[in-house]
Nanobody, 121 residues
Framework: QVQLVESGGGLVQAGGSLRLSCAAS????????MGWFRQAPGKERELVAR????????YSADSVKGRFTISRDNAKNSVYLQMNSLKPEDTAVYYC??????????????WGQGTQVTVSS
């Protein structure tokens, strides 16, 4: 089992920045993929960014590319999402997730409780 706890959400004005943190505990060595997802009201959950292994392999959704940066500190069992130039459309609950490659894609088995990010215009 892996436990994930997010922090760092809040209310920020458009153009501002926030840094989300995700602290992992338990059998963290059992997962190689760490991702940040978000879900806005009335919308499906979407992958925002993903980091694999020790952090050299990252992916960011087109909607956040150039504004959000995912990073991983394996020594601290933590993953971060630096969010700059925030827009009102970034408003959502952000979730940290952990998983592995299976069946031709990354599957996420463990999820945090989520942290609210609200961007005002």
């Amino acid at each position: 089992q892996v436990q994930l706890v997010e922090s760092g959400g809040g209310l920020v004005q458009a153009g501002g920045s926030l840094r989300l943190s995700c602290a992992a505990s338990g059998r963290t060595s059992s997962t190689v993929a760490m991702g940040w997802f978000r879900q806005a009201p009335g919308k499906e959950r979407e992958l925002v960014a993903r980091v694999i292994g020790f952090g050299g392999n990252t992916y960011s959704a087109d909607s956040v590319k150039g504004r959000f940066t995912i990073s991983r500190d394996n020594a601290k069992n933590s993953v971060y999402l630096q969010m700059n130039s925030l827009k009102p459309e970034d408003t959502a609950v952000y979730y940290c997730a952990a998983g592995n490659w299976r069946g031709g894609q990354y599957e996420y088995y463990y999820w945090g409780q989520g942290t609210q990010v609200t961007v005002s215009s």
